[in-house]
């Protein structure tokens, strides 16, 4: 019984590794991307969670930032832990709050990546993040420094 036990729990110690290992590396699969009209290279994670939680509308080269978000999915679900640090819902009230107070409006959303990355590609100062980038989709990656 004792050793039936120890086995259960090595397997959700392993269990709870593997979890924390997969969400690691699913974060690191998020990729941030810019229209290639930005001419910024870097952004901070500050900057990052302010352009997209409404707080800043510019990037630091003065562009006009236009965030773009997915409207469900992993890769939007890693993109709010990983960078905004925000559930979902987190997200959806912020964001409700502001259009309701009238100090914003909802981010442009897309069912897609493909949508998005269209959108972005043709959208001068939008910004947004996609699990993965061909070149032919003529925007450019953005690396987030710590």
Partial sequence: MLR????????????????????????????????????????????LREIFT???????DGMHAIPVVLKGGPIHEVFL???????????RTLWRKAVFSGQGAMPREFASESAALEYIASTPGAIGYVSHVRPDNNVAILAVSK
């Fill in 4 to 47: 039936r036990i120890r086995l259960l729990k090595i397997v959700a110690e392993l269990g709870l590794t593997l979890f924390v290992a997969t969400t690691a590396a699913r974060a690191q699969d998020v990729m941030i991307v810019i229209n290639r009209q930005v001419s910024i290279s870097q952004i901070t994670p500050t900057e």
């Fill in 54 to 60: 409404g707080s800043r509308i510019r990037f630091h």
């Fill in 81 to 91: 832990r990983h960078h905004l640090d925000q559930s979902p819902e987190e997200f």
